[in-house]
């Protein structure tokens, strides 16, 4: 039809003039958009980035770096200008913003309407009820008889999560009857008793072709993801079947375009619900070795339309450790990286280019085996030596990949 473009046309303006190739932006100078960057080199693609400064994690490697603000309209249109389409490695950029790019013509992946769902607890809640989607009971709080009430219903302690703006672990709290409620817009749940927690992640293009990755065990400390295991131990068949086919119908049923991580709690008799991301997610750097296309790669074929990758794993097991910010040793990184080396060749590492501080996610490793056990002591013990140089055990003798 005259005007339309045909599937994977595109605009000579949203190409590089250099490779012939779009230009995807990224609002957000994050680890996700670094890794993403390094996903993006591979495909021929380039990544501007909108990073707040010029030392944050992907500004540090990337070429086009736009300094900004996700809260700036102006510079985010400006930043906008010349892109193929605009994706995000945060949730935090203002959804009116987000329409105002959208209604100036701006191709938005994902788009307001669906990001909502990830910015906005209390919606997020509000439509997967609808949707007849597992979720814990919960309710919106307005004055703390709200929490009392419901409370009520379901025994103390419950939670209490912020509405908007909060990520790993912020933003969440355990409160008892005696608790003060913290001064900003709430939503109470019940506090659910798990058996463990999963994820799931799944890419979905503007075609509407979806790929859904194996079903994942998350590990959560103080309310940071310490440890991902690929695919989840000892998970009935069918379960990791009803997960993924949940994450998929979520992925439909709200339009997203990109990645939805669908974080879940396993209770022991099903599966609820916990939170919604709609972007690369930290349940899914494992794939960066461990799937035959990594999330972040798989994030730009989506936006950009491409058909999906394969998702299959690479090895039997894979685990993911993150490596967070230690006390100060007299030890350096550099030194510290020499002896994992030797200790384990098989572990890959990622390094974020953060300054460290206790407790901050400064990068992560990954082990591939064909034991879940042991890969997981082995990913388990290179990142605890480079977070706080405990010693780890020589593996050369034994399983490394």
Not at 10 to 28: F, H, N, Q
Not at 132 to 156: C, E, I, L, N, Q
Not at 347 to 369: C, D, E
């Amino acid at each position: 039809m005259p005007g339309r473009r045909r599937p994977g046309a595109r605009l000579a303006a949203e190409m590089d003039t250099r490779t012939g190739l779009p230009v995807v932006g990224m609002v957000g100078g994050g680890q996700l958009a670094r890794m993403t960057h390094q996903a993006a080199i591979a495909l021929g693609q380039s990544l501007r980035i909108l990073a707040a400064s010029p030392d944050d994690s992907a500004a540090l490697v990337a070429a086009d770096v736009h300094i900004g603000h996700h809260t700036d309209l102006d510079a985010l249109r400006t930043f906008a200008k010349g892109c193929e389409v605009v994706t995000f490695d945060h949730e935090h950029v203002p959804s009116e913003h987000i329409q105002a790019l959208e209604a100036g013509g701006v191709n938005v992946a994902p788009s307001a309407a669906a990001l909502r769902y990830a910015q906005d607890k209390r919606a997020m809640r509000e439509r997967l009820t609808e949707l007849g989607a597992p979720v814990p009971r919960w309710a919106p709080v307005r004055t703390p008889a709200d929490v009392a009430a419901f409370a009520a219903g379901t025994g103390w302690p419950v939670v209490v999560k912020a509405v908007r703006g909060g990520y790993d672990g912020r933003g969440v709290w355990f409160v008892d009857e005696t608790d003060e409620l913290p001064g900003v817009e709430l939503i109470v749940e019940e506090r659910v008793p798990l058996r463990r927690e999963l994820a799931v992640l799944v890419a979905r293009s503007p075609f509407g072709q979806v790929a859904a990755y194996p079903t994942v065990q998350t590990v959560q400390r103080e309310g940071i993801c310490v440890e991902v295991l690929a695919p989840a131990p000892d998970l009935d068949p069918e379960l990791a079947v009803e997960a993924e086919q949940l994450a998929i119908r979520l992925a439909t049923e709200l339009g997203v375009v990109g990645l939805l991580a669908v974080e879940l709690f396993d209770t022991g008799t099903g599966l609820l619900v916990n939170e919604l991301a709609m972007r690369p997610h930290n349940s899914g750097h494992w794939t960066i070795e461990g799937a035959r296309t990594s999330q972040f790669e798989q994030h730009l074929r989506a936006v950009l339309d491409y058909p999906m990758g394969d998702t299959g794993l690479t090895a039997p097991a894979v685990v993911m450790a993150n490596v967070l910010g230690g006390e100060p040793s007299e030890m350096s990184m550099d030194e510290r990286l020499h002896h994992m080396f030797a200790a384990d060749p098989g572990i890959k590492v990622h390094f974020y280019g953060k300054q460290v501080r206790p407790g901050r996610k400064i990068g992560h490793v990954t082990a591939l085996g064909e034991d879940m056990t042991r890969t997981r002591e082995r990913a388990v013990a290179a990142a605890r030596w480079l977070q706080d140089g405990i010693p780890m055990p020589d593996t050369r003798a034994g399983e490394s990949r």
